[in-house]
């Protein structure tokens, strides 16, 4: 935790400075009020009720049916959780097809669940909605790299600035989403010597995710980082703890001894 750690609830004010100062910024999802209370009392600085809750709490196979009242019936039991991390919700698939659309769906995830800032996936097509959504004192993180939302058009999941038509591109649009009024930028498995350089190249906070070391901060899904999955995680996450393991050894126990201490109880006897 911050040596400046605030009692009140941080702003993007405090991120920035934290970006000041060369203070690394820690940010991890969660989707409830009981994992937003522990991974605050843990000293997370920001939370993300990332559109991965499509993922890893619905069962979808991948974010794009995620619904904009599932993100805010979420959103809002992590506020209700939470007291000090700054809390960003996504802004799910679709919601965002054009400025007016955005601005539309981030006042009602604004004003439904009480979070300070959206996020927004996508480059250079998502600067207008940048700006409308700052111009409209909303605050924004912008997404770039691995856009989840666009598996389908980019073929999968994979690291992204490899080839130099690729990390010009990357380039590009952090510059520009810079601009455009994003207080902080998701670089999601970006090539690391390329995560660093934009790092470099930008005032605000590059938070990275599988995306080297380099970043001004890092994010990550709640369950790859404690092992609450029941498939592998991504090979960028490293578990630090086996949490389902833990799990399936409680319920494990809970099954056999309630099967082994009751008696048999007989059924009532049929009226003749
Ligand atoms: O939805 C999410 O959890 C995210 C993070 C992986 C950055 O967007």
Do not use: W
Request: proline share 6%; hydrophobic share 45%; glycine share 8%.
């Amino acid at each position: 935790m911050s040596a400046h750690t605030p009692t009140r609830r941080l702003t993007i004010r405090d991120i920035a400075a934290m970006r000041q100062r060369g203070e690394a910024i820690a940010m991890l999802t969660a989707y409830d009020a009981t994992m937003a209370r522990l991974v605050e009392m843990a000293g997370t600085d920001m939370i993300l009720i990332g559109d991965s809750l499509g993922n890893v709490v619905l069962g979808h196979e991948t974010t794009l049916p995620v619904t904009l009242d599932d993100m805010i019936r979420h959103a809002a039991a992590v506020k209700r959780g939470s007291s000090r991390a700054l809390l960003v919700c996504d802004l799910p698939f679709g919601s965002v097809s054009g400025p007016d659309a955005a601005l539309a769906n981030a006042v009602r995830v604004m004003k439904e669940t009480g979070v300070e800032a959206v996020k927004v996936e996508g480059g250079l097509v998502m600067v207008p909605v940048v700006e409308r959504l700052v111009a409209h004192g909303i605050a924004v993180i912008a997404h770039i790299g691995l856009t989840p939302q666009a598996v389908h058009q980019m073929g999968g999941y994979y690291m992204h600035g490899k080839d130099e038509a690729s990390a010009a591109r990357l380039r590009q649009e952090a510059k520009a989403l810079e601009a455009a009024g994003a207080f902080a930028i998701v670089l999601e498995c970006v090539t690391p010597a390329l995560a660093a350089e934009i790092t470099h190249a930008l005032t605000i906070p590059t938070i990275g995710i599988g995306s080297g070391k380099d970043c001004a901060g890092q994010v990550l899904v709640i369950n790859d980082l404690i092992g609450l999955n029941t498939s592998p995680p991504p090979s960028f996450a490293k578990p630090r703890a086996d949490v389902a393991a833990i799990i399936r050894a409680a319920v494990g126990d809970y099954v056999a001894e309630t099967k082994a201490e009751r008696q048999p109880i007989p059924l009532p006897r049929r009226a003749e």
